[in-house]
C-alpha cells in the first residue's frame, strides 16, 4: 500500500487526504465526469495563492520596467529645454546685434546730417569767382566713402584702447611668451588695417586724409602726409625699449637712418608736386575769373598722384613697423606697442585739455 504511485497523491502540502484512505481517496478524488473532486475551500486557498504571487511580481518584477519607461519619457523632456534654452540664448544675441547695428545707423545718420547741414550753410554763403556774384555749384552730396572711414575709424580707435589694456595687463602679469606673441600679433595687424582703410580714404578724398580732419587737434600738429613721421616714432619709443643688444642698437639706428632717408625723398616729391601744380593752375592768365578745360584736366591729374603719396608714405609707417617687429623680442615689441598706444593716448588727451581749457573774456 506504500507504493509511489500513492505517496504521489497524498499531499501533505494541500492538506486534503489523509494516509490511512490512499487508495479510496485516489478512487473518490474523481467525479464521475472525470474533472477532479477539489472541495471550494481548496479552489480558494490556491486563488489566494495565485493573487498573492502576482502582486508580488507586478510590484517587484514590473517596478524596473516603469522606472526605465520614466527615465526614457524623461530624455525628450530635457532635449526640448536645452533645446529652449539655446534658443533663447541665440534670440538673445540677435537682439544685441540687432541693437548694435541700429546704434551704428543713428551715428551715422546723424553725421549725414551734420555735414549736410554745414554743406548747406557754405552753399547759402555762396562762393565767387572772379569778383562775379554767381555762386559756384555746390552739390550737398555727401561722400560715402568718408564717412564709412569715420565710422570704421572710431572703431579701430575703440579696439586700440582695449589692446592697449590688454598689452599692460599681460606685462604686469608676467605671462608666457607664446600668449604675449598672439597679443603682439594682434597689435600688429591692427596698424595695418588702418592703412588698409586709409587707403580706401585716399581714393574717397585725398585732401580730406591729408588735411587729419579725422585726427584731434594735437594729432594734427604733428601730421605727415596723412599720418605719422616713422623717425620721430622711433626716437619716442627708444628709451622705452631699454635695454637693448649692441646688435639691436645698431639695428635701430640704422632703421632710422632709412626712415629718414625716405622720408625726405617723399618730402621733396611733396614740394615738387606742390611747385608743379601752382604753375599749372597760374598757366593762364589771372585776372579773367574763368577756367580752361585743358587747365583743369592738367590739375587734377597732378591731384591724383597725391594717392601715391599717401599710399607710399603709409608704405614706410607698415615696414618701419615690420622692421622693429624683427628686431625686437616678444616682450619688447610688446613694450613697444605699449608706448606707441598710449603715445597716441595722451595726444588725444591733450587735444580734449586744449578744448576744455579755461578761456579769458576778450
Given at each position: 500500500?506504500?507504493?509511489?504511485?500513492?505517496?504521489?497523491?497524498?499531499?501533505?502540502?494541500?492538506?486534503?487526504?489523509?494516509?490511512?484512505?490512499?487508495?479510496?481517496?485516489?478512487?473518490?478524488?474523481?467525479?464521475?465526469?472525470?474533472?477532479?473532486?477539489?472541495?471550494?475551500?481548496?479552489?480558494?486557498?490556491?486563488?489566494?495563492?495565485?493573487?498573492s504571487?502576482?502582486?508580488?511580481?507586478?510590484?517587484?518584477?514590473?517596478?524596473?520596467?516603469?522606472?526605465?519607461?520614466?527615465?526614457?519619457?524623461?530624455?525628450?523632456?530635457?532635449?526640448?529645454?536645452?533645446?529652449l534654452?539655446?534658443?533663447?540664448?541665440a534670440?538673445?544675441?540677435?537682439?544685441?546685434?540687432?541693437?548694435?547695428?541700429i546704434?551704428?545707423?543713428?551715428?551715422?545718420?546723424s553725421?549725414?546730417?551734420?555735414?549736410?547741414?554745414?554743406?548747406?550753410?557754405?552753399?547759402?554763403?555762396?562762393?565767387?569767382?572772379?569778383?562775379?556774384i554767381?555762386?559756384?555749384?555746390?552739390s550737398?552730396?555727401?561722400?560715402?566713402?568718408?564717412?564709412?572711414?569715420?565710422?570704421?575709424y572710431g572703431?579701430?580707435?575703440?579696439?586700440?584702447?582695449?589692446?592697449?589694456?590688454?598689452?599692460?595687463?599681460?606685462?604686469?602679469?608676467?605671462?608666457t611668451?607664446?600668449?604675449?606673441?598672439?597679443?603682439?600679433?594682434?597689435?600688429?595687424?591692427?596698424?595695418?588695417?588702418?592703412?588698409?582703410?586709409?587707403?580706401?580714404?585716399?581714393?574717397?578724398?585725398?585732401?580730406?586724409?591729408?588735411?587729419?580732419?579725422?585726427?584731434?587737434?594735437?594729432?594734427?600738429f604733428?601730421?605727415?602726409?596723412?599720418?605719422?613721421?616713422?623717425?620721430?616714432?622711433?626716437?619716442?619709443?627708444?628709451?622705452?625699449?631699454?635695454?637693448?643688444?649692441?646688435?639691436?642698437?645698431?639695428?635701430?639706428?640704422?632703421?632710422?637712418?632709412?626712415?629718414?632717408?625716405?622720408?625726405?625723398?617723399?618730402?621733396?616729391?611733396?614740394?615738387?608736386?606742390?611747385?608743379?601744380?601752382?604753375?599749372?593752375?597760374?598757366?593762364?592768365?589771372?585776372?579773367?575769373?574763368?577756367?580752361?578745360?585743358?587747365?583743369?584736366?592738367?590739375?587734377i591729374?597732378?591731384?591724383?598722384?597725391?594717392?601715391s603719396?599717401?599710399?607710399?608714405?603709409?608704405?614706410?609707417?607698415?615696414?618701419?613697423?615690420?622692421?622693429?617687429?624683427?628686431?625686437?623680442?616678444?616682450?619688447?615689441?610688446?613694450?613697444?606697442?605699449?608706448?606707441?598706444?598710449?603715445?597716441?593716448?595722451?595726444?588725444?588727451?591733450?587735444?580734449?585739455?586744449?578744448?576744455?581749457?579755461?578761456?579769458?573774456?576778450t
Amino acid at each position: 500500500m506504500n507504493s509511489p504511485t500513492a505517496q504521489f497523491v497524498v499531499s501533505r502540502r494541500m492538506n486534503l487526504y489523509e494516509p490511512l484512505h490512499q487508495i479510496s481517496s485516489w478512487v473518490d478524488s474523481f467525479r464521475d465526469d472525470g474533472f477532479p473532486n477539489v472541495s471550494p475551500s481548496t479552489v480558494v486557498e490556491v486563488n489566494e495563492r495565485l493573487d498573492s504571487l502576482s502582486e508580488d511580481t507586478s510590484s517587484h518584477g514590473g517596478q524596473a520596467p516603469s522606472n526605465r519607461y520614466d527615465q526614457e519619457a524623461s530624455k525628450p523632456v530635457e532635449k526640448v529645454q536645452r533645446r529652449l534654452a539655446q534658443n533663447r540664448e541665440a534670440a538673445r544675441k540677435s537682439r544685441l546685434r540687432k541693437k548694435a547695428y541700429i546704434q551704428q545707423l543713428e551715428l551715422s545718420r546723424s553725421k549725414l546730417m551734420q555735414m549736410e547741414q554745414e554743406l548747406e550753410r557754405v552753399r547759402q554763403q555762396g562762393m565767387y569767382v572772379g569778383g562775379g556774384i554767381d555762386p559756384v555749384p555746390f552739390s550737398a552730396t555727401v561722400n560715402s566713402g568718408i564717412v564709412a572711414f569715420e565710422m570704421e575709424y572710431g572703431h579701430w580707435v575703440e579696439e586700440q584702447n582695449k589692446q592697449i589694456c590688454e598689452l599692460r595687463n599681460a606685462l604686469n602679469t608676467h605671462i608666457t611668451d607664446v600668449e604675449l606673441r598672439i597679443l603682439v600679433d594682434g597689435g600688429m595687424k591692427h596698424y595695418f588695417d588702418l592703412f588698409q582703410l586709409k587707403a580706401g580714404a585716399a581714393k574717397a578724398d585725398v585732401f580730406y586724409l591729408m588735411s587729419g580732419m579725422w585726427k584731434t587737434s594735437a594729432e594734427r600738429f604733428f601730421l605727415w602726409i596723412g599720418g605719422f613721421r616713422p623717425s620721430e616714432l622711433l626716437k619716442v619709443l627708444g628709451p622705452q625699449l631699454d635695454p637693448l643688444t649692441d646688435q639691436q642698437v645698431m639695428d635701430v639706428y640704422n632703421l632710422k637712418q632709412s626712415c629718414e632717408q625716405a622720408e625726405e625723398a617723399l618730402s621733396q616729391g611733396m614740394d615738387k608736386l606742390q611747385q608743379t601744380l601752382a604753375e599749372t593752375v597760374g598757366t593762364d592768365r589771372l585776372g579773367e575769373g574763368i577756367y580752361t578745360s585743358e587747365m583743369a584736366n592738367n590739375a587734377i591729374e597732378k591731384l591724383e598722384a597725391l594717392v601715391s603719396f599717401v599710399n607710399q608714405a603709409d608704405h614706410l609707417r607698415r615696414e618701419t613697423l615690420q622692421q622693429m617687429h624683427r628686431i625686437l623680442t616678444v616682450r619688447q615689441a610688446a613694450r613697444g606697442l605699449l608706448a606707441l598706444g598710449e603715445y597716441f593716448q595722451r595726444l588725444r588727451a591733450l587735444s580734449s585739455l586744449w578744448c576744455s581749457r579755461p578761456r579769458q573774456p576778450t
